[in-house]
Every structure is written in C-alpha cells, then in structure tokens.
C-alpha cells in the first residue's frame, strides 16, 4: 500500500504524487482510493487502492534508474518492421507493461519511422508516441526532480 506524498507511475498516464488517500462510500460499502496529481497539467486521478496491481500501479523509478534510462536512451532497440495493425498492437502491448525501456521502446521507434518515412506517421501511430513521451518524460522528470519541458527537450536531442 501507498502512503501520503508517493511518487507513483501509472502505465497509461504517467507519472505523479500520491496527494491523499480518500474513502468513498459505494453500494457494497466504504472503499479507499489515491487521489494521484499527474506530473502533466497537473491532472488527477482516483484509483481504487485495491486495483493498483491489475492496472499496473509502480513506484517511479530512482534517479539513478532514470540517469541511466537517459544515457543509454540512444541504444534502446528499434521494434521490427511489420503492418500498421501488428505495429500498433505491439506498441499498446509495450506501453501497458508500465517498464519506463518498452515506453522507451516505443517513442524511439515511431520517432525513427516519422523522421526517415515517406509519410507521416498515421493518426494513432502519432497519438501513441505523444503518449508514450508524456509517459516517460512524466516520470523521468518525477524522478530526476526536474522540469516537464527540459527533460522533454533532452529526450528530443538525444533522439535527433
């Protein structure tokens, strides 16, 4: 279990800080919930405390984890070729394991794919990697105790 002022990641949104923990009453009875602040525009979120595991709740990674992620970010594996449909599976498939080097995974290969393509990446190829940057960029900034903007711009130098 969480406490007050834990620094959480959630596979699909981000990363954030545990403000409270909240009881609400339901109809099978009373039932305590995290109101999580999301690193990006400070959005909030209310998950059920007994459902973190099936979604996928984690503690953010440490500093170092993140230093590390950062340095070594260039040499992160480009996912193979294959159809829009099994790439798109694929990627979702990455993202929802919550692991900040499949989120990496992901923004590394769709990013590649739109700079050296003939065309632009298609609608939900270019959502995916918008979240997949909110995601990791969300925590690595959390975790390195730095602005949203400059990790994002580091993420995008590191991948020219």
Do not use: F
Not at 122 to 128: D, H, L, Q
């Amino acid at each position: 279990m969480y406490t007050v002022g834990d620094k959480v990641t959630h596979p699909m949104h981000g990363a954030g800080v545990i403000e409270q923990i909240v009881t609400r009453q339901e109809n099978a009875g009373a039932r305590q919930y995290y109101l999580l602040r999301l690193c990006v525009d400070s959005m909030t979120v209310l998950m059920p405390c007994d459902c973190c595991e099936a979604v996928g709740l984690r503690p953010t990674i440490t500093s170092e984890q993140a230093r590390q992620l950062l340095e070594q970010l260039d040499q992160v594996p480009l996912q193979k070729e294959g159809n829009w449909n099994q790439r798109y599976r694929e990627n979702m498939e990455r993202l929802k394991t919550g692991d900040p080097r499949q989120v990496a995974v992901v923004i590394r290969t769709l990013q590649r794919r739109e700079k050296t393509g003939r065309r632009s990446l298609p609608t939900g190829e270019r959502k995916m990697l918008n979240v997949a940057k909110k995601i990791l960029v969300s925590e690595l900034s959390l975790a390195l105790g730095e602005e949203y903007q400059k990790i994002e711009h580091i993420i995008e130098q590191i991948l020219v």
